[in-house]
């Protein structure tokens, strides 16, 4: 049996609601109905379900999911070691067996034979089935499902089943207002709030690429990461370029661009 302990948020995270995010959660989670968390990377998706986690003091056991994930990496398999086999849950079973908020991160990069598993734990019968060990574990009263989603990244290949994505509420997240977010880089990196508003002002500029040379904005992570080297001494200018710039594109006009709009700020 695993030690449930370890599942728990310890300290509370930092997380500053965008709107009545907070609220729809706690509901959908008294209902404990699975959630879909929509939004471009970095925008605070993760931050959210630890911090719900912790407010509801519930686990969490969170999954990367990736193309190579299989159903047995969800659900369990069994396992020779010395003394025979031994059957090991997955982190889907554990999260049902301990109630915990299940949190399967980027769930469209699964399979679909994969995907399929959530579904007999996202109806009526809230049960996974362990088909190999011949076990049908019923989830704990407090188990919820929760997965990620960028809907920008998918194609028409590569997208959720929609008997899959019509078994979930679910919450839209963007990049936060001006406001908000740069209260966000200030608190999560210390930087004073002039800087951290010209920060958000250069992601709000190559935000606006999107679509024209570029496939996602500026996200709010990586305002964090510039913010966090110029705490720490680095020239405003020389962080931006590592963390706001150099990760986004190779291209030489395009980066050309977005050194312009950091050279407009610094
Ligand atoms: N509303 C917010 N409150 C507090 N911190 C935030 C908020 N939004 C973003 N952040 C900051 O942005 C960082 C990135 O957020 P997070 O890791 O939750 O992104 P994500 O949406 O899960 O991205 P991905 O899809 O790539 O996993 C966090 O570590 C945190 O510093
Ligand atoms: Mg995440």
Redesign the pocket.
Known sequence: MSDIEQYFVKEEP?????DNEVELFEAAYAARMPVMLK?P????????VEYMAFRLKRPLVTVACNEDMTASDLVGRFLLDATGTRWQDGPLTTAARIGAICYL??IVEARQDTTVVIHPLTDHRRAIPLDKKGELVSAHPDFQLVI?Y?PGYQNLLKDLKQSTKQRFGALD?GY?ETA?ETE?VAH?TGVDAKTAGKLVQIAQRARNLKGHGLDEGI???LL?YAGQLIAKGVEPKAACQMTLVRPLTDDPDMRDTLDAAVATFF
């Open positions: 930092y997380y500053r609601p965008l939004g990377t970095g925008c605070g998706k993760t931050r959210f991160d980027e990620s960028n997240f936060p908000i966000v999560e996200s709010t992570r964090v």
